[in-house]
């Protein structure tokens, strides 16, 4: 039987490898966010974050739709703020941008 500190453990191991796998993510927004200055594109693309979430709890099922859906959400809502920080930022240097905070 496993233990609860051995579950602990590879729950840990998970979490620092989402962990990586987000900040990697961020990484990539940056250059979302600087592709959208530079075309005047809205930071706000609900029509592929829909599709995305639809591919996802597709691919992984009915039991975890719901936890995929609340789980990719919060992310958008993340990377979106990130990008709204970042293209503000850059429309205050004399770049514009099409964002509407």
């Given at each position: 039987m496993t233990s609860l500190e051995e579950i602990r453990t590879?729950?840990?191991k998970i979490d620092d490898e989402i962990a990586k796998l987000f900040e990697r993510r961020?990484?990539?927004v940056e250059s979302v966010a600087k592709v959208k200055v530079e075309t005047n594109t809205s930071v706000l693309k609900p029509t592929r974050e829909r599709e995305i979430i639809s591919r996802l709890t597709k691919r992984h099922g009915e039991m975890s739709a719901d936890y995929l859906k609340l789980l990719?959400?919060?992310i958008f809502d993340v990377s979106r703020s990130h990008q709204i920080v970042l293209t503000n930022r850059s429309s205050k240097n004399g770049i514009m941008c099409s964002?509407?905070?």
């Open positions: 590879e729950t840990d961020l990484q990539l990719f959400t919060t964002v509407k905070a």
